[in-house]
């Protein structure tokens, strides 16, 4: 079992910058992707990043050029630096770790962007 813990969410306003983290404990992997989504009231669930053991990252379109996903493997854990906050990235953050045995997810962060 792999155990998450994410952190770092909070009330920002619009413009803003929040850094989430995502600590990952029990029978970790070397070889994993990790993966940050989130899931708005009444919308579907989305990916957000997802960063590969090596450190290779996508995004979401609605994301690119303003949030990072970087990760620390010595620590077993990743980050997602989000800038210039819009209120649409108001929603619940989610972390995931996926290896050959299948997903993990951590409970979430909630990440409130008032405008």
């Known amino acids: 079992q792999v155990q998450l813990v994410e952190s770092g969410g909070g009330l920002v306003q619009a413009g803003g910058s929040l850094r989430l983290s995502c600590a990952a404990s029990g029978s970790t992997l070397r070889i994993n992707n990790m993966g940050w989504y989130r899931q708005a009231p009444g919308k579907s669930r989305e990916l957000v990043a997802v960063?590969?053991?090596?450190?290779?990252?996508n995004y979401a379109d609605s994301v690119k050029g303003r949030f990072t996903m970087s990760r620390d493997n010595a620590r077993n854990k990743v980050y997602l630096q989000m800038n210039s906050l819009k209120s649409e990235d108001t929603a619940i953050y989610l972390c995931t770790y996926k290896d050959y045995r299948g997903d993990f997810w951590g409970q979430g962060t909630q990440v409130t962007v008032s405008s």
């Open positions: 960063i590969t053991s090596v450190g290779s990252t």
